[in-house]
C-alpha cells in the first residue's frame, strides 16, 4: 500500500500561482510530484528542476492516460491536486461560458480519466466564492452555497460531481474553498506571476514597485466598518501545506471525504491592506475610488474551525504585514527581471 511519502501526485495548473506552491511544498516534503498544465496562465520557469512537466489539456483523456501511466498512477495509487482553471470573478460574469468549460466541463473530463484508470484520491482547489454573500459571517462549510457568480457557480458544480463521482466509483476527495490567497513563498522562489492579475495584495504590491499608477478601490459604501469590502487573506504558503496535510488525511482514511475552509478567520477591509502595503513599502500609493464591481460581495470571511479539528495544520504566516512582505519582495525580484530582460 502507498504511503504519502511514496504516493505519485499529478498537480493540474502547477505552472500557475497556487499550485506551483503546492509543488514545492510537496518536494520539500519528499513526494513524487509531476505537473499538467497548458502554460495559458502558468510559466515553465514556476516548475522547480526535476519535476516533470506535461504541456497540455487536461481534459486530454488520451494525455492523462499517457500521464498516469508515465507517473506510477491507476488501479488504486496515486493523487491528482487539481488546481488548473480560470479564476477571475468580474471576467466570469463577462465570459460565464468559458468558466463553466474551463473549470466545470473540463474538470468533469479530468475526473472521468481518473476514474478510468483507477486514482483513488483527488483535491480539488474550490473557493470561497461558493457562499455568495454569506448569511452568517465567519462563515462555515454548512452554510448555504449560493454564489452570485459564474465563477463560484463552476466551483460548486465540481464539487458535486466530485461528491457523486465518489459514491459512484469509489475514490475520495477532499474539496478546499480558499479565501483570499496573497503572499509569495518565504525563499522567493514563486509567486503570483500572471500579467493583469486583479488579486488585491498583488495589485497593490505592483503600484508599490512602479509597475502600476495607482490601484481602484470598487466600491466604498458597502455594509462594513470602512465602507470597502472586506477578506479573509490567507498566505499561499500555509495554504499549500494544507493541500499537503490534506492528502494525508485522504491516504488514512480511504473512504472518508472531506469539505473545508482555508482561511485564517480574520478578515481586513481593502483600506486596511493598502494601509499594510504603504507601511512595509514604506511608500504611498495612489488609491482610486470606483464603483462597485459586479459578483463582489461585500465581506467574505472564515470559520476555520473544521481545517483545524481535522488536519494538524498550523499557519506559519498568519500576519498581514508578513504576507505584504513576502508579496512585495516576489514582486520586487520580478520587476528586476523585467528591467535585466
Known amino acids: 500500500m502507498d504511503t504519502s511519502q511514496t504516493m505519485p501526485v499529478l498537480v493540474t495548473g502547477g505552472a500557475g500561482y497556487i499550485g506551483s506552491h503546492a509543488v514545492l511544498a510537496l518536494r520539500d516534503a519528499g513526494r513524487p510530484v509531476a505537473v499538467l498544465d497548458d502554460l495559458s496562465t502558468g510559466f515553465a520557469f514556476a516548475v522547480p528542476d526535476g519535476v516533470p512537466l506535461y504541456r497540455g489539456d487536461i481534459a486530454d483523456a488520451a494525455l492523462a492516460e499517457k500521464v498516469f501511466a508515465e507517473q506510477g498512477m491507476g488501479n488504486g495509487r496515486g493523487a491528482i491536486m487539481h488546481f488548473a482553471g480560470s479564476v477571475v470573478v468580474p471576467e466570469s460574469v463577462e465570459n460565464p461560458l468559458k468558466y463553466y468549460d ?3 466541463g473540463r474538470s468533469r473530463a479530468l475526473i472521468g480519466a481518473a476514474v478510468r484508470a483507477g486514482v483513488p484520491h483527488i483535491i480539488f482547489s474550490s473557493t470561497a466564492a461558493t457562499y455568495g454573500i454569506p448569511e452568517n459571517s465567519p462563515v462555515r462549510e454548512d452554510d448555504p452555497k449560493a454564489p452570485i457568480n459564474p465563477y463560484g ?4 458544480m465540481t464539487e458535486r460531481m466530485l461528491a457523486d463521482a465518489a459514491t459512484a466509483h469509489g475514490f475520495n476527495f477532499c474539496a478546499l474553498r480558499y479565501f483570499n490567497v496573497a503572499g509569495a513563498d518565504p525563499h522567493g522562489r514563486s ?9 488585491l495584495i498583488k495589485v497593490a504590491c505592483e503600484a508599490a514597485t512602479g509597475e502600476r499608477g495607482h490601484v481602484g478601490v470598487f466600491g466604498t459604501d458597502y455594509p462594513t466598518p470602512d465602507g470597502t469590502g472586506v477578506r479573509d487573506y490567507i498566505h499561499v504558503s500555509d495554504l499549500a501545506a494544507a493541500h499537503v496535510l490534506a492528502l494525508d488525511a485522504l491516504i488514512d482514511e480511504p473512504t472518508r471525504s472531506l469539505t473545508m475552509n482555508c482561511g485564517y478567520g480574520r478578515g481586513f477591509s481593502v483600506k486596511e491592506v493598502l494601509d499594510a502595503v504603504d507601511r512595509v513599502a514604506q511608500a504611498t500609493i495612489e488609491r482610486r475610488y470606483e464603483p462597485r464591481r459586479p459578483g463582489d460581495p461585500p465581506s467574505l470571511v472564515s470559520d476555520p ?12 504566516y498568519d500576519d498581514l504585514d508578513t504576507i505584504v512582505a513576502h508579496a512585495l519582495a516576489w514582486e520586487e525580484k520580478l520587476a528586476g527581471i523585467r528591467r535585466n530582460a
Open 102 to 104: 474551463n473549470n466545470t
Open 153 to 156: 457557480w463552476s466551483k460548486l
Open 191 to 199: 509567486g503570483q506571476s500572471t500579467a493583469g492579475a486583479t488579486h
Open 305 to 316: 474551525s473544521r481545517i483545524r479539528a481535522t488536519l494538524p495544520w498550523t499557519p506559519r
